[in-house]
């Protein structure tokens, strides 16, 4: 039974991503065989249980937990709606990205966050917010991405040209920045002078 609410919550903050078995073995710290065992059980449950809206999906090798698919018009409700568009920190830094820099590739995106894009622009293309706009010429034609005409609407922009311009605004930062040094350097001077 604990195995299985492990497994359990260990999919549910997995998400999208899944888990595969060794993977969930590894974190249990069970056999693998156990852990087969235990999503056996697991997905039983939910198809026993008529109440629950969960089962157990297997793709590519990879455990998600799902919602039955009697529910599909439910859930394609509310990812249709304006409430299932929340996007987090790092999805809105890579959209940022894409709509001063498009077009632009995954590469190019990766090296200005210095991190790993690609789940990012998986959710934005999800949400429709970018698209595919071609593939770059050169090594492994990589794909091109821009902003959507969606993106436009939920943003209620017309151009990109409304975007904030960034010289601007980092101007006022480092104009920020140089005061606050500027302060802190004269409380420097006069706590050297109460010495």
């Given at each position: 039974?604990?195995?299985?609410?492990?497994?359990?919550?260990?999919?549910?903050?997995?998400?999208?991503?899944?888990?595969?078995?060794?993977?969930?073995?590894?974190?249990?710290?069970?056999?693998?065989d156990q852990t087969r065992y235990a999503l056996l059980k697991l997905?039983?449950?939910?198809?026993?249980?008529?109440?629950?809206?969960l089962k157990l999906s297997w793709v590519n090798q990879r455990i998600?937990?799902?919602?039955?698919?009697?529910?599909?018009?439910?859930?394609?409700?509310?990812?249709?709606?304006?409430?299932?568009?929340?996007?987090?920190?790092?999805?809105?830094?890579?959209?940022?990205?894409?709509?001063?820099?498009?077009?632009?590739?995954?590469?190019?995106?990766?090296?200005?966050?210095?991190?790993?894009?690609?789940?990012?622009?998986?959710?934005?293309?999800?949400?429709?917010?970018?698209?595919?706009?071609?593939?770059?010429?050169?090594?492994?034609?990589?794909?091109?991405?821009?902003?959507?005409?969606?993106?436009?609407?939920?943003?209620?922009?017309?151009?990109?040209?409304?975007?904030?311009?960034?010289?601007?605004?980092?101007?006022?930062?480092?104009?920020?920045?140089?005061?606050?040094?500027?302060?802190?350097?004269?409380?420097?001077?006069?706590?050297?002078?109460?010495?």
């Amino acid at each position: 039974m604990r195995a299985m609410q492990a497994i359990e919550s260990l999919l549910f903050v997995a998400g999208d991503q899944g888990l595969d078995l060794e993977e969930l073995a590894q974190l249990l710290d069970l056999s693998i065989d156990q852990t087969r065992y235990a999503l056996l059980k697991l997905a039983e449950k939910y198809q026993a249980d008529r109440q629950s809206a969960l089962k157990l999906s297997w793709v590519n090798q990879r455990i998600q937990l799902v919602t039955k698919s009697e529910l599909a018009d439910v859930v394609k409700s509310y990812a249709l709606s304006p409430f299932s568009v929340k996007l987090s920190q790092a999805a809105l830094e890579t959209l940022a990205i894409i709509a001063y820099q498009a077009p632009i590739t995954r590469m190019e995106i990766d090296d200005i966050r210095g991190v790993q894009s690609s789940a990012m622009i998986q959710k934005l293309l999800q949400h429709d917010l970018i698209e595919e706009q071609g593939r770059k010429e050169g090594p492994g034609r990589p794909i091109i991405y821009g902003v959507s005409d969606y993106f436009y609407q939920y943003f209620g922009l017309s151009s990109l040209d409304e975007l904030p311009d960034l010289t601007r605004l980092k101007t006022e930062e480092t104009e920020e920045a140089e005061q606050t040094a500027l302060f802190d350097a004269g409380e420097l001077a006069d706590n050297s002078m109460e010495i």
